[in-house]
């Protein structure tokens, strides 16, 4: 499989199992047609602006080559040098005009050459001429080149119709795409993180076979808290600032705060070596796999759907990326619980025995030999996870909550059909894409149950 | 009222009874008013209403039907104070007169220390499980309280004998036997409930729904609607003084102002948002209002002049992103701005996003940053904002303009949120104060409405209508004044007598 | 088995303590004030509108909210932090303060400088015209300037109160120099003073090696937390809403049980739907008809709620389709008569469940019904079931008395779980069917940011799952004796 390098020797038969696996999985035709539905769905989340962008693709315009649409995307500057803007001299009077690309008028520009995209409007585009609701079989209008309001036909219509202020549903629908892929993948990834560190680390030392000095032990309580206060106190405002500049900046300070955190806490506990006598020195056990079951079951016994709401209700800056940390930090328990359960039995299995007789440190066995093996079905809860968090995304933002109000996604527009019933293509089209995506992850995650599952096996 | 005009003389209908027979008297008016203005009164946003107007209320001794209602000053807003007083029984209240104990000095005393017993009885008073009890909701109209059930209904049912029964006035009229208050806080389920004519009354409804209810020849059949013209408008207002670090001096000049507000799509918001159904105006009064200056003239949309004083205001794109950049203290700053408004607001959303790709044609990026309804206050009250979209209801009654435009409501963080106001102005809001000629004051409170529209600290979006629909069983006038209706003169028109009538209350 | 029970029981405490905590640390940092959404958000509706919520009257609202005590039982602060600290009431000036000790080290000067601050500003804002013309002075003083001057220094003051950057601060010491340039005598003069030295004394001084010593502060039990917790555990008292001011146990016990009522019919309802489908789809695996069936649950499951109730919503109660169900509420108020009998009740309230109930029950009769397949296949691979097929029992049995009996296990766990889905999984579909349940409730407490009402839920919600699991897990011991929760 791809998850990992992979040496030699055990290439042949991890292979097979691949393979093999692949093969029980392409038997269950729903989950292998899913399969390829999500690669679609994913090339067109990835291709999103290409596909729906309300500046060509490619114009020529008093003879020189515009890429508007690939201005704003990396490829438009190290491709096209495409800069955002543009002036134009008019081969008659000699005049100078501007061209802004994303808010010159494109369709207005008398262009010699032009190569639109499939669906020639971008999901905040707002056409005035094609406002409040217009169905996907009403009549439609456009400005030819001219300035004179004319029949839309073909590309030009709105074929999944418009909301409100005239923003084009099936741009909306690509371009929510994007966003609850990115949701989906983003927030399971976290999750995923999480709930590999802690799963393992509960399955794989148990309780008994993590020693430390008394006096570590001790030593954990004061430490925890100078941590935190070395870590979360004192950069406490450091990172409110962060945040309040940009998401990203934030995700960089606390980023280093956990870091800090993690780095004091290891150096207060190496620190107690040099306290170890009489009574201190002497090992007792660390519970980790107990804390760590513990810790689950309390944090299970949430209202995490509600935490979720009023965590995202309750940040001022409203951000699609916050929204995607919040559900993946809510959503590691049944990955790590599935880990957990997986690591008790891989380490009695002979080779990790093996490995440990021949001295190899733990650490290393769990990353290089008992982690690989409890990937693959980790995998089934990674696609039923990715399938609850675009379920959770879009129910919020069904509810207004959490998302910023310039962002279309799918939640967002079915929010905008509650308040208007009658356009139904605000409620339908939306609706479907959610219950595709998630049927498709489900599948999938089903699929891959199915065939991981050796008892199932024909 | 006598010459000075802080001295008002009120003399009470003497055949005014509670619930339990207790005529309505003085001391119900003393009691009441008493605690509004008490400073152990839980109720520190209705108190200051009042504090204005009512210095203190002196009875004469032995006549228990009039009172004097004196104030601290000769302002045009005292004639109507007391018709915002709610009347509490005091019997029922305070049957001990323990509030004989405070004294009207005491309720503008800083320092005033209230005695033991006193502070019993209010904590008493103030507890919450009175509130929606009723019990102790007693009260003079011809309805009294049956169940309030939270988030869903209120129930009120009609006295028997009531005092009034036997008077013909209008203002004492009480058709339907019982009320029910409706609470539906989802506007197209209210859409439906009406369509389904399972409300009799509605005075909340969606733009768009009347208007699609109004194609129905079946709606119009049963209900009778109307769009009416109300005492409220939509405004953007700017941080004319912002603190010039948190928030950067956008707006601080006036042509930046006048230009944003030619960028507004006015308009088109009215067109889109409120299909036509909208009225503009230029200043903070009702156009209904007869002061209203109707010579000021509406700011057009005009995305040229905009583009011109901006230009003239510095804001220019030097580096070719499309967003207008100036240097502020040696800093590129380029215009970007939050524009805060309410989530939970109907169509501000939509409009913000108008206005923004309006503005971002003419180099000015908008972040749309919708916030709860408190915090949004409380960000505009402390000027913690950029831009903001909010709304003001009026009403037919004097509105006192001190609280929007006067420089102490800013430095005070009162409701002049975007700093407006100067020597000038202010000394103009006091002088519409104390006019009480009618025809002087519509002279200055006209000027003070060019000095608004001047200054151009708000952009009047529009002022859309109230909606109303009624069902034709019963028959009743629409009004211009909130609630836009009156439940009590509905009258039934057919079928038996006992049908309740259920207006809905959406919130 | 007792023993285990009495160790589950203890997992409540950590549990309830982290879930109150965490409710409590979002209502502390979360964005708003409450004094402000107490005093201040009920009078800006309508034009009628007075800010002037006096200081004394925010005061009495706090202390009545205890915010006038510590967060919790300890704070861990730097140690140049004064311990004190939490005794200035308004949340922004606070952060004000802390900041700008870390920035300068020193609390005394801080507090200084805003002391100093404070004074000038009640000084300034109870200043009268008349004091303004006491000072002999050539100028001649007209009231209008008096009345700019005293806004002017009013916003200064405040704005100096409200920020702690230097620029800020720097600016706003430029602006009243200029304005005690303008006022008559020295009025202004000597505060300025004051104010430029303590504000130097305190920019100019940087925090040393002790910002890096930690410092530990113990309040007991003198807390707003304990305060909070004492109150729910003596008198399972939760506060009151700040919305309007009622008590919160009262309020979401009555939302609680309308919402517990549709839940637990909808789960009921589920149950008796997929028990035999589940047993067909186990019974005719690989089937054309059990392939297709479990293609259709599998797309049922994946259907998102507030998609099918939305349509519910437009197909079932819309006048341009079909008006079969009523479009909101819970009961019809105008013929309701609260002396009906149970039966009266129910049959009064149906109607309005009807659609929220199907939202419920498709999701939840999908997810039933596939955690049972998978149970029964699993069993259909036991030993045991192979036996009785060998002994000959027929098919119909087995599938029914054997292999049902040992897959209704995992639906134990999810029988359970309908009381902590009554709060959290139903915030969407009573939003959409305006159904005046726990979800509802607790959307809106959210919505209007109603911490106590937030507090009250979360805890509430996170006591019931765990006796949710507990009662489970018991359950689980009575349904299979093959389990034992002694210690292995």
Same mark, same amino acid.
């Given at each position: 499989?791809?998850?990992?390098?992979?040496?030699?020797?055990d290439?042949?038969?991890?292979?097979?199992f691949?393979?093999?696996?692949?093969k029980?999985?392409?038997?269950?035709?729903?989950?292998?047609?899913?399969?390829?539905?999500?690669?679609?769905?994913?090339?067109?989340?990835?291709?999103?602006?290409?596909?729906a962008?309300d500046?060509?693709?490619?114009?020529?315009?008093?003879?020189k080559?515009?890429?508007?649409?690939?201005?704003?995307?990396w490829?438009?500057?190290?491709?096209?040098g495409?800069?955002?803007?543009?002036?134009?001299?008019h081969?008659?009077t000699?005049?100078?005009?501007r061209?802004?690309?994303?808010?010159?008028?494109?369709r207005?520009?008398?262009?010699?050459?032009?190569?639109?995209?499939?669906?020639?409007?971008?999901s905040?585009?707002?056409?005035?001429?094609?406002r409040?609701?217009?169905?996907?079989?009403?009549?439609?209008?456009?400005?030819?080149?001219k300035?004179?309001?004319?029949?839309a036909?073909?590309?030009?219509?709105?074929?999944?119709?418009?909301?409100v202020?005239?923003?084009?549903?099936?741009?909306?629908?690509?371009?929510g795409?994007?966003?609850?892929?990115?949701?989906?993948?983003?927030?399971?990834?976290?999750?995923?993180?999480?709930?590999?560190?802690?799963?393992?680390?509960?399955?794989f030392?148990?309780?008994?076979?993590?020693?430390?000095?008394?006096?570590r032990?001790?030593?954990?309580?004061?430490?925890?808290?100078?941590?935190?206060?070395?870590?979360?106190?004192?950069r406490?405002?450091?990172?409110?600032?962060?945040?309040?500049?940009?998401?990203?900046?934030?995700?960089?300070?606390?980023?280093?705060?956990?870091?800090?955190?993690?780095?004091?806490?290891m150096?207060?506990?190496y620190g107690?070596?040099?306290?170890?006598?009489?009574?201190?020195a002497?090992?007792v056990?660390?519970?980790?796999?107990?804390?760590i079951?513990?810790?689950?079951?309390?944090?299970?016994?949430?209202?995490?759907l509600?935490?979720?709401?009023?965590?995202?209700?309750?940040?001022?800056?409203?951000s699609?990326?916050?929204?995607?940390?919040?559900?993946?930090?809510?959503?590691?328990?049944?990955?790590?619980?599935?880990?957990?359960?997986?690591?008790?039995?891989?380490?009695?299995?002979?080779?990790?025995?093996?490995?440990?007789?021949?001295?190899?440190?733990?650490?290393?066995?769990i990353?290089?030999?008992?982690?690989?093996?409890?990937?693959?079905?980790?995998?089934?809860?990674?696609?039923?996870?990715?399938?609850?968090?675009?379920?959770?995304e879009?129910?919020?933002?069904?509810?207004?909550?959490?998302?910023?109000?310039d962002?279309?996604?799918?939640?967002s527009?079915?929010?905008?059909?509650?308040?208007?019933p009658?356009?139904?293509?605000?409620i339908v089209?939306?609706g479907?894409?959610?219950?595709?995506?998630?049927?498709?992850?489900?599948?999938?995650?089903?699929?891959?149950?199915?065939?991981?599952?050796?008892?199932?096996?024909? | 009222?006598?010459?000075?005009?802080?001295?008002?003389?009120?003399?009470?209908?003497?055949?005014?009874?509670?619930?339990?027979?207790?005529?309505?008297?003085?001391?119900?008016v003393?009691?009441?008013?008493?605690?509004?203005?008490?400073?152990?009164?839980?109720?520190?946003?209705?108190?200051?209403?009042f504090?204005n107007?009512?210095?203190?209320?002196?009875?004469?001794?032995?006549?228990q039907?009039?009172?004097?209602?004196?104030?601290p000053?000769?302002?045009?807003?005292?004639?109507?104070?007391?018709?915002?007083?709610?009347?509490?029984?005091?019997?029922?209240?305070?049957?001990?007169?323990?509030l004989?104990e405070?004294?009207?000095?005491?309720?503008?005393?800083?320092?005033?220390?209230?005695?033991d017993?006193?502070?019993?009885?209010?904590?008493?008073?103030?507890?919450?499980?009175?509130?929606k009890?009723?019990?102790y909701l007693?009260?003079?109209g011809?309805?009294?309280?049956?169940?309030?059930?939270?988030?869903?209904?209120?129930?009120?049912?009609k006295?028997?004998?009531?005092?009034?029964?036997?008077?013909t006035?209008?203002?004492?009229q009480?058709?339907?036997?019982?009320?029910?208050?409706?609470?539906?806080?989802?506007?197209?389920?209210?859409?439906?409930?009406?369509?389904?004519?399972?409300?009799?009354?509605v005075?909340r409804?969606?733009?768009?729904?009347?208007?699609?209810?109004?194609?129905?020849?079946?709606?119009?059949?049963s209900?009778?609607?109307?769009?009416?013209?109300q005492?409220a408008?939509n405004?953007?207002?700017?941080?004319?003084?912002?603190?010039?670090?948190?928030?950067?001096?956008?707006f601080t000049?006036?042509?930046?102002?006048?230009?944003i507000?030619?960028?507004?799509?006015a308009?088109?918001?009215?067109?889109?948002?409120?299909?036509?159904?909208?009225?503009?105006?230029?200043?903070?009064?009702?156009?209904?209002?007869q002061?209203?200056?109707?010579?000021?003239?509406?700011?057009?949309?005009?995305?040229?002049?905009?583009?011109r004083?901006?230009?003239?205001?510095g804001?220019?794109?030097?580096?070719?992103?499309?967003?207008?950049?100036?240097?502020?203290?040696?800093?590129?700053?380029?215009?970007?701005?939050?524009?805060?408004?309410?989530s939970?607001?109907?169509?501000?959303?939509?409009?913000?996003?108008?206005?923004?790709?309006n503005?971002?044609?003419?180099?000015?990026?908008v972040?749309?940053?919708?916030?709860?309804?408190?915090?949004?206050?409380?960000?505009?009250?402390?000027?913690?904002?950029?831009?903001l979209?909010?709304?003001?209801?009026?009403?037919?009654?004097?509105?006192?303009?001190?609280?929007?435009?006067?420089?102490?409501?800013w430095?005070?963080?009162?409701?002049?949120?975007?700093?407006?106001?100067?020597a000038?102005?202010?000394?103009?809001?006091?002088?519409?104060?104390?006019?009480?000629?009618?025809?002087?004051?519509?002279?200055?409170?006209?000027e003070?409405?060019?000095?608004?529209?001047?200054?151009?600290?708000?952009?009047?979006?529009c002022?859309?209508?109230a909606?109303v629909?009624?069902?034709?069983?019963?028959?009743?006038g629409?009004?211009?004044?909130?609630?836009?209706?009156?439940?009590?003169?509905f009258?039934?028109?057919?079928?038996?007598?006992?049908?309740a009538?259920?207006?809905?209350?959406?919130? | 088995?007792?023993?285990?029970?009495?160790?589950?029981?203890?997992?409540f405490?950590?549990?309830?303590f982290?879930?109150?905590l965490?409710?409590?640390i979002?209502?502390?940092?979360?964005?708003?004030?409450?004094?402000?959404i107490?005093?201040?958000?009920?009078s800006?509706?309508?034009?009628?509108?007075?800010?002037?919520?006096?200081?004394?009257?925010?005061?009495s609202?706090?202390?009545?909210?205890?915010?006038?005590?510590?967060?919790f039982?300890?704070s861990?602060?730097?140690?140049?932090?004064?311990?004190?600290?939490?005794?200035?009431?308004?949340?922004?000036?606070?952060?004000?303060?802390?900041?700008?000790?870390?920035?300068?080290?020193?609390?005394?000067?801080?507090?200084?400088?805003?002391?100093?601050?404070?004074?000038?500003?009640?000084?300034?804002?109870?200043?009268?015209?008349?004091d303004?013309?006491?000072?002999?002075?050539?100028?001649?003083?007209?009231?209008?300037?008096?009345?700019?001057?005293?806004?002017?220094?009013?916003?200064?003051?405040l704005?100096?109160?409200?920020?702690y950057?230097?620029?800020v601060?720097?600016?706003?010491?430029?602006?009243?120099?200029?304005?005690? %340039?303008?006022?008559?005598? @020295?009025?202004?003069?000597?505060?300025?003073?004051? !104010?430029? =030295?303590?504000?130097? /004394?305190?920019? *100019?001084?940087s925090?040393?090696?002790s910002?890096?010593?930690?410092?530990?502060?113990?309040?007991g039990s003198?807390?707003q937390?304990?305060?909070?917790?004492?109150?729910l555990?003596?008198?399972?008292?939760?506060?009151?809403?700040?919305?309007?001011?009622?008590?919160?146990?009262?309020?979401?016990?009555?939302?609680?049980?309308?919402?517990?009522?549709?839940?637990?019919?909808s789960?009921?309802?589920?149950?008796l739907?997929?028990?035999?489908?589940?047993?067909?789809?186990?019974?005719?695996?690989?089937?054309?008809?059990?392939?297709i069936?479990?293609?259709f649950?599998?797309?049922?499951?994946?259907?998102?709620?507030?998609?099918?109730?939305?349509?519910?919503?437009y197909?079932?109660?819309n006048?341009?389709?079909?008006?079969?169900?009523?479009?909101? %509420?819970y009961?019809?108020? @105008?013929?309701?008569?609260?002396?009906?009998?149970? !039966?009266? =009740?129910?049959?009064? /309230?149906?109607? *309005?469940?009807?659609?929220?109930?199907?939202?419920?029950?498709?999701?939840?009769?999908?997810?039933?019904?596939?955690i049972?397949?998978?149970?029964?296949?699993?069993?259909?691979?036991?030993?045991?079931?192979?036996t009785?097929?060998a002994?000959?029992?027929?098919?119909?049995?087995?599938?029914?008395?054997h292999?049902?009996?040992?897959?209704?296990?995992?639906l134990?766990?999810?029988?359970?779980?309908?009381?902590?889905?009554?709060?959290?999984?139903s915030?969407?579909i009573?939003?959409i069917f305006?159904?005046?349940?726990?979800?509802l409730?607790?959307?809106?407490?959210?919505?209007?940011?109603?911490?106590?009402?937030?507090v009250a839920?979360?805890?509430?919600?996170?006591?019931?799952?765990?006796?949710?699991?507990?009662?489970?897990?018991?359950?689980?011991?009575?349904?299979?004796?093959?389990?034992?929760?002694?210690r292995?």
């Open positions: 499989m791809i998850f990992r390098k992979r040496n030699r020797a290439e042949e038969t991890r292979y097979s691949g393979r093999d696996t692949w029980q999985f392409r038997r269950n035709r729903p989950a292998y047609i899913s399969f390829y539905v999500l690669l679609f769905m994913l090339f067109i989340g990835m291709f999103a602006s290409f596909l962008n500046q060509p693709l490619y114009a020529s315009y008093r003879g080559t515009f890429y508007p649409a690939f201005a704003e995307h490829i438009g500057k190290s491709v096209f495409a800069e955002g803007v543009d002036s134009v001299q081969p008659v000699g005049n100078w005009e061209i802004q690309y994303d808010i010159a008028d494109w207005a520009l008398e262009l010699g050459a032009v190569i639109w995209p499939l669906i020639p409007f971008s905040s585009t707002q056409d005035i001429l094609n409040d609701f217009v169905s996907p079989d009403d009549e439609h209008f456009r400005r030819n080149e300035g004179e309001v004319i029949t036909t073909g590309k030009f219509r709105h074929r999944m119709g418009t909301d202020l005239g923003r084009d549903v099936l741009a909306g629908i690509i371009h795409t994007k966003i609850s892929l990115l949701v989906g993948i983003v927030s399971m990834s976290i999750a995923l993180l999480i709930g590999l560190l802690l799963g393992s680390l509960a399955g030392f148990g309780d008994h076979r993590i020693r430390l000095s008394r006096i032990l001790f030593l954990l309580v004061p430490g925890l808290l100078l941590a935190w206060f070395y870590a979360f106190v004192l406490g405002y450091t990172i409110s600032d962060a945040f309040g500049e940009s998401t990203g900046s934030g995700f960089v300070q606390l980023l280093l705060s956990i870091l800090l955190f993690v780095l004091i806490l150096m207060i506990i107690g070596k040099f306290l170890e006598f009489g009574f201190f002497k090992q056990f660390l519970p980790v796999d107990s804390l079951s513990r810790g689950i079951e309390i944090f299970n016994s949430m209202p995490k509600l935490l979720i709401i009023t965590i995202s209700a309750v940040i001022e800056e409203r699609i990326w916050l929204l995607m940390l919040i559900i993946g930090l809510s959503s590691w328990t049944e990955i790590a619980r599935f880990v957990r359960a997986e690591m008790l039995k891989v380490r009695e299995l002979e080779y990790v025995q093996a490995a440990r007789s021949m001295g190899l440190s733990e650490w290393r066995i990353v290089k030999h008992a982690l690989p093996n409890a990937m693959a079905p980790v995998f089934i809860y990674v696609a039923f996870g990715i399938a609850s968090a675009i379920l959770v879009s129910g919020l933002s069904f509810l207004n909550i959490g998302v910023p109000d962002v279309v996604t799918w939640g527009m079915l929010n905008v059909g509650r308040t208007e009658e356009a139904w293509w605000m089209y939306p479907l894409a959610i219950f595709i995506t998630v049927t498709v992850y489900n599948l999938i995650g089903e699929g891959l149950r199915d065939a991981l599952d050796p008892r199932l096996r024909k | 009222m006598d010459e000075t005009g802080t001295r008002l003389t009120y003399t009470l209908r003497n055949d005014i009874k509670w619930d339990n027979g207790e005529p309505f008297t003085v001391e119900d003393v009691f009441s008013v008493k605690l509004i203005l008490s400073p152990l009164t839980h109720n520190p946003q209705a108190k200051s209403n504090t107007s009512i210095q203190s209320i002196e009875t004469f001794p032995g006549d039907y009039s009172f004097v209602l004196v104030s000053a000769p302002l045009r807003g005292n004639k109507e104070v007391m018709s915002e007083v709610y009347f509490v029984q005091q019997s029922i209240w305070d049957p001990k007169d323990v004989a405070l004294k009207f000095e005491d309720c503008y005393n800083e320092k005033f220390v209230p005695t017993r006193l502070k019993k009885w209010f904590e008493e008073f103030n507890a919450p499980n009175r509130s009890n009723p019990e007693t009260g003079l011809p309805y009294k309280l049956i169940e309030w059930v939270d988030d869903s209904y209120i129930l009120l049912e006295k028997k004998n009531w005092w009034g029964d036997s008077d006035s209008i203002l004492l009480n058709n339907p036997d019982k009320i029910i208050f409706k609470i539906i806080k989802d506007e197209s389920a209210t859409y439906f409930a009406i369509r389904n004519e399972n409300i009799d009354a005075n409804l969606g733009m768009t729904k009347l208007i699609k209810l109004q194609k129905h020849e079946y709606f119009n059949a209900y009778q609607s109307a769009f009416i013209d005492y408008y405004y953007l207002g700017m941080n004319m003084r912002p603190d010039g670090i948190t928030h950067l001096p956008f000049d006036v042509r930046v102002r006048r230009a507000a030619h960028l507004v799509p308009d088109d918001i009215i067109k889109v948002m409120y299909k036509g159904k909208a009225g503009r105006q230029v200043s903070f009064l009702s156009s209904l209002k002061e209203y200056a109707h010579d000021i003239p509406l700011v057009e949309w005009n995305k040229e002049a905009a583009e004083l901006l230009d003239e205001a804001w220019k794109d030097t580096d070719g992103d499309n967003i207008r950049d100036k240097v502020i203290n040696g800093e590129k700053v380029p215009f970007r701005f939050r524009l805060n408004y309410m939970d607001a109907a169509p501000s959303k939509e409009i913000c996003l108008m206005i923004k790709e503005l971002y044609k003419a180099g000015l990026d972040i749309p940053n919708p916030l709860e309804f408190s915090l949004f206050y409380e960000k505009a009250f402390t000027h913690d904002f950029d831009a979209m909010g709304a003001w209801m009026g009403s037919a009654l004097y509105e006192d303009p001190s609280q929007l435009w006067h420089s102490s409501q430095s005070n963080f009162g409701a002049n949120f975007c700093g407006f106001g100067n000038k102005s202010d000394s103009l809001i006091d002088a519409c104060n104390r006019e009480m000629n009618d025809s002087l004051y519509v002279v200055k409170i006209r003070l409405q060019k000095m608004v529209a001047d200054e151009q600290p708000y952009v009047f979006l002022s859309p209508q909606r629909a009624i069902h034709r069983r019963f028959a009743a629409i009004y211009s004044e909130k609630p836009q209706m009156f439940v009590n003169e009258q039934l028109l057919s079928g038996g007598g006992g049908t009538i259920k207006p809905d209350l959406t919130q | 088995m007792m023993g285990y029970i009495l160790k589950r029981l203890l997992l405490i950590p549990t309830l982290v879930i109150s965490l409710a409590f979002i209502s502390v940092k979360a964005p708003g004030d409450p004094v402000e107490l005093s201040g958000s009920a800006v509706q309508g034009g009628s509108t007075q800010h002037g919520v006096s200081k004394s009257q925010k005061d609202i706090r202390l009545r909210l205890g915010l006038d005590k510590p967060l039982y300890f861990m602060t730097s140690s140049i932090e004064c311990d004190t600290l939490y005794k200035i009431q308004d949340k922004k000036h606070r952060e004000v303060v802390q900041r700008l000790t870390y920035r300068c080290g020193d609390w005394q000067l801080v507090s200084n400088w805003y002391r100093e601050l404070k004074d000038s500003y009640e000084w300034w804002s109870a200043l009268e015209e008349a303004f013309k006491a000072e002999k002075d050539s100028i001649a003083l007209e009231v209008q300037n008096a009345i700019d001057w005293k806004n002017t220094g009013n916003a200064i003051f704005t100096m109160l409200n920020s950057e230097p620029k601060i720097y600016a706003q010491l430029d602006s009243l120099q200029l304005l005690a %340039g303008k006022v008559p005598g @020295n009025l202004l003069k000597t505060r300025l003073d004051n !104010l430029d =030295r303590f504000w130097d /004394e305190m920019y *100019y001084s925090p040393g090696f910002f890096w010593i930690p410092s530990f502060h113990w309040y003198d807390n937390y304990h305060r909070w917790l004492s109150r555990l003596i008198h399972g008292d939760f506060g009151y809403s700040y919305v309007d001011k009622e008590p919160i146990s009262e309020k979401i016990w009555k939302k609680f049980f309308i919402s517990f009522k549709l839940i637990f019919l789960v009921l309802i589920a149950y739907l997929s028990i035999p489908l589940g047993v067909h789809a186990a019974s005719k695996r690989g089937k054309l008809s059990e392939r069936s479990s293609l649950v599998f797309m049922l499951y994946s259907l998102p709620n507030f998609f099918v109730g939305m349509i519910l919503l197909l079932f109660a006048p341009d389709f079909v008006v079969w169900f009523p479009e909101s %509420g009961m019809d108020p @105008n013929n309701y008569d609260p002396n009906w009998n149970f !039966l009266q =009740r129910w049959s009064a /309230e149906l109607p *309005y469940m009807i659609l929220p109930l199907i939202t419920y029950t498709y999701s939840s009769f999908a997810f039933i019904s596939r049972l397949r998978a149970g029964m296949l699993d069993t259909l691979q036991q030993d045991y079931v192979r009785a097929r002994k000959g029992i027929q098919e119909h049995n087995v599938l029914w008395k292999a049902l009996r040992n897959s209704l296990l995992p134990i766990t999810m029988f359970v779980n309908i009381f902590p889905m009554a709060i959290g999984g915030v969407i009573e939003t305006t159904y005046p349940g726990m979800g409730a607790s959307y809106e407490a959210i919505h209007n940011y109603d911490y106590p009402g937030i839920i979360f805890t509430l919600s996170g006591f019931l799952t765990m006796s949710g699991y507990l009662v489970a897990d018991i359950l689980y011991a009575f349904a299979d004796p093959r389990i034992t929760y002694n292995k």
